[in-house]
């Protein structure tokens, strides 16, 4: 199977999707726990919920492997961006509700977290990279989207039921502050969804590693809450109907983000 599945478009805006993938190699999978089979912390269905947006020429890259393989947004080294708190890893070890992923004593060591790298990570990474320098080249500016949803309470992560919509970028840093305004602007559009701007997810890796407005290279994340989309909880199920609630505010995100032009 590819690594990362890659749809070449013709503006420059990229929609990167590091969670959505769903396959554990049979190698790997034979090395943990049950509570992997389950996929349970995968960003669901978020290539179908967007797929309306190929109409406006965006460039999509995602993921095919689960996050439990290798983390795409977690920094290589494995530092931490949210130093203590409760984070999983670059290999996570451990699922949101805490499960553990492998037997006792058997978590990955450093030999195989360096071989995922190689094989999994720095191929999805090069491709990012790789996309946003030539539409910067072209363009004069290019803008990532990276593009997240999780269950709306996670105990392990925050307080309380999540905001419907949550923008990160990185506190202002990542993207030029008048194309967050205006992203900010048209998640709230209608008031029909409630949102954070850079509260407790203020954007993972890629959003503060490839997010250099002062090089004309602007990044945001949506953390998007699983509730406004499909069921959270086993077989988390896709909701059409609440899909079709959600799906024109993301629609009118993507659109300003398509439509802005840095000062």
Same mark, same amino acid.
């Given at each position: 199977m590819e690594i990362y599945e890659f749809t070449l478009g013709t503006i420059p805006l990229v929609m990167?999707?590091?969670h959505v993938g769903e396959y554990i190699p049979p190698d790997t999978e034979a090395q943990m726990t049950s509570a992997a089979a389950e996929i349970g912390d995968t960003d669901?269905?978020?290539?179908?919920?967007?797929k309306d947006s190929a109409t406006l020429g965006l460039h999509v890259l995602k993921a095919t492997h689960s996050r439990y393989v290798i983390?795409?947004?977690?920094?290589?080294?494995?530092?931490?961006?949210? &130093?203590?708190? @409760?984070?999983?890893e670059l290999v996570p070890t451990s699922t949101f509700a805490e499960a553990p992923l492998y037997p006792a004593g058997q978590n990955p060591e450093d030999a195989e977290i360096a071989r995922r790298l190689e094989i999994f990570w720095h191929p999805y990474h090069t491709r990012l990279r790789e996309t946003l320098t030539e539409l910067k080249d072209k363009f004069g500016y290019a803008i990532l989207?990276?593009?997240?949803?999780?269950?709306?309470?996670v105990p392990r992560f925050f307080d309380g039921r999540l905001p419907d919509f949550n923008l990160g970028t990185a506190a202002g840093k990542s993207c030029a502050i008048d194309l967050r305004d205006k992203l900010s602007e048209a998640l709230s559009g209608d008031g029909r969804y409630t949102l954070a701007v850079d509260g407790?997810?203020?954007?993972?890796?890629?959003?503060?590693?490839?997010?250099? &407005?002062?090089? @004309?290279?602007?990044?945001f994340q949506l953390e998007l809450s699983t509730a406004t989309y499909m069921d959270e909880e086993?077989?988390?199920?896709?909701?059409?109907?609440l899909a079709n609630q959600v799906k024109p505010s993301l629609i009118r995100m993507l659109e300003v983000a398509a439509d802005w032009r840095p000062a």
């Open positions: 990167s999707i590091p669901w269905y978020l290539d179908r919920l967007y983390d795409l947004n977690r920094a290589p080294d494995n530092v931490s961006l949210y &130093p203590g708190q @409760n984070v999983t989207f990276d593009c997240h949803s999780i269950k709306s309470v407790r997810f203020k954007g993972g890796y890629i959003t503060r590693q490839y997010g250099d &407005p002062n090089n @004309n290279i602007h990044a086993p077989a988390f199920a896709w909701r059409e109907d």
